[in-house]
């Protein structure tokens, strides 16, 4: 598909990236369809949803991870990413360090490992074994890993797995100060829904399509929403803090909205004539 770069839309901050019209297909079946979002500079957008709703491979084909089947996505040349997966494959039991943690894949001078430990709070943590680090410790090493890029756009795949709720509290007030430090755009997946943390300006309510938008407070009253996790998981949904005007995809007028009706349900038969594949910039 044609790259298209998104329109200006009503927010101030410069747009990093976005999906439209975005479908996902795998084995003839589509895993998302119908796509539109977008991540501005100093902007963050969470992704929630139940398991198996997309929210992972929407991330991963906005930072070009995948590709589309259908839809287009776009990034600003030269855009750098830092990205924490939801599930890094390494055995934690190996004899690692957390400074060594940070450079396998990348050689980077001292002075920059340490200035990224020590942005994310565990700077005397350096040459502890990563075997030895709590859940939320462990975090915030991939954190820093994260950081060294000095990205543009922040993406989280659930960066508060296995953190008890003291730390998830901790790591959200953190992930809020990276964005008012540097600037940078985050999109962030959560899949924990009792808790949107209270720095997120838009979410995004995904089951295989958009099925809401907007501010945590526009969400979690939306009919959209109660009908996906039921009136209790609404109402365990709690909101700290909220914009008063609503957000939309880039080229959208600035208010909440429910998607409209799905035409085929996740998980459909995907066409067999497939659409070209939507190029990446970046």
């Not at 298209?4 to 901050?13: E, L, S, V, Y």
């Not at 198996?52 to 590709?67: D, E, H, N, P, R």
């Not at 899949?191 to 209270?198: C, E, N, T």
Request: proline fraction near 6%; charge should be neutral; include cysteine.
């Amino acid at each position: 598909m044609r790259e298209t770069p998104p329109g200006d839309g009503a927010a101030t901050g410069a747009v990093l990236a976005s999906a439209r019209d975005l479908g996902i297909a795998r084995n003839g079946r589509w895993l998302v369809q119908g796509i539109d979002l977008c991540v501005r500079r100093g902007e963050i957008v969470t992704l929630i949803g139940p398991n198996g709703s997309g929210k992972s491979t929407t991330a991963k084909a906005v930072i070009g991870l995948m590709k589309a089947d259908a839809g287009s996505v776009w990034r600003t040349p030269g855009l750098r990413i830092g990205y924490v997966p939801q599930k890094l494959a390494m055995d934690r039991t190996l004899p690692l360090t957390v400074a060594r943690l940070l450079t396998l894949t990348h050689r980077q001078p001292r002075a920059a490992v340490h200035a990224a430990l020590e942005a994310v709070g565990i700077p005397h943590l350096a040459n502890a074994q990563v075997h030895g680090l709590s859940g939320g410790e462990f975090q915030r090493a991939l954190l820093a890993r994260a950081m060294l890029r000095d990205p543009d756009l922040l993406v989280l795949d659930e960066p508060v797995q296995g953190v008890d709720v003291q730390g998830e509290a901790a790591l959200y007030s953190l992930i809020s100060q990276i964005r008012e430090r540097t600037g940078c755009g985050i999109l962030m997946i959560s899949h924990d829904l009792h808790v949107v943390m209270a720095a997120t300006d838009t979410v995004i309510c995904l089951n295989g399509r958009v099925s809401c938008r907007g501010t945590p407070q526009a969400v979690i009253s939306n009919p959209a929403y109660q009908r996906l996790f039921g009136r209790t998981g609404a109402d365990m949904l709690a909101v700290y803090r909220h914009h008063e005007d609503g957000t939309a995809p880039c080229g959208h007028a600035g208010h909440d909205h429910q998607a409209e009706p799905d035409e085929a349900a996740p998980g459909s038969q995907a066409p067999t004539n497939r659409p070209a594949e939507a190029r990446h910039a970046g």
